[in-house]
């Protein structure tokens, strides 16, 4: 994610990005847990708000931390109900997850929301080790990646949609944005693509466009489970008939699980 958007302008990307159910999706990986082998500690990486962590501690019995590269999106975390700051990580990732080595297992480990893309292959090798070392005999990790099928449909007919984001009444101020916001472009060797984001801010003083970028790596199901794999993971697509799974949506979601 392109750093003026993510840490200047967290707040706005927080909401470009809580338009899914939390409680829901954390509540559908909780379910894949036996009765008798409950989850009781998870990590969130690239975690932003942290609201499925924040839904972990409200649902109780979860000792919750979270990593992600913003102060600001620490903050908001906080602010929203994520109780220990000291458990909330301010890092470049994959490497802030050596800071939890000895410090904790964990029975789950959390990267949604397509936040392998914020990495290289190389990064999503290095963090799968590292996270092998983190997990607990039965612990899980939950990956959210692109649909490579919804993606290719979009390219196939690209369209530019504008949505308004809900702002307080105390303000006149209306906040719109595009993402992407023009055509994207890809790197020539990869599956690397360079997105064009606008924010729209309109009140009664005029109205301001600013335009930023995100970075996108896109991996596909078949990269991950190949990788895993290699580092001696055991790997699985959550398919439509496990409950909670479209809670989703189109992404894909892959679990991984360390050989027995």
Not at 24 to 47: D, K, W
Not at 79 to 94: D, H, M, T, W
């Amino acid at each position: 994610m392109d750093n003026k958007l993510y840490k200047e302008f967290a707040g706005y990307y927080a909401a470009m990005s809580n338009h899914r159910d939390f409680k829901a999706q954390l509540e559908c990986i909780l379910g894949l847990y036996a009765p008798a082998n409950p989850c009781r500690s998870m990590l969130e990486l690239f975690a932003g708000q942290s609201f499925h962590s924040i839904e972990a501690l409200n649902k109780g019995g979860i000792d919750v931390w979270a990593i992600d590269g913003s102060n600001e999106m620490k903050t908001l975390a906080l602010s929203s109900g994520f109780k220990k700051a000291e458990q909330y990580i301010v890092g470049n990732l994959p490497e802030s997850i050596l800071i939890c080595t000895e410090k904790v297992k964990f029975d789950c480990i959390l990267c949604l929301y397509h936040g392998l893309s914020n990495m290289t292959m190389k990064g999503v090798y290095e963090a799968f080790g590292y996270m092998k070392d983190l997990l607990n005999k039965n612990g899980r990790i939950f990956l959210e990646i692109h649909n490579i099928e919804k993606m290719m449909e979009y390219l196939a007919s690209p369209e530019i949609h504008v949505e308004e984001l809900q702002t307080s009444e105390k303000t006149d101020q209306v906040i719109k944005y595009a993402w992407p916001g023009e055509k994207i472009s890809w790197n020539p060797f990869d599956y690397n693509a360079i997105v064009p984001i606008k924010l729209i801010l309109e009140s009664s003083t005029g109205t301001e466009t600013i335009e930023f970028t995100s970075q996108d790596r896109i991996f596909s199901a078949e990269d991950i489970m190949f990788i895993a794999g290699l580092l001696g993971y055991d790997s699985r697509i959550l398919t439509e008939e496990i409950p909670g799974r479209s809670y989703f949506g189109n992404s894909v979601i892959i679990e991984l699980s360390v050989n027995a």
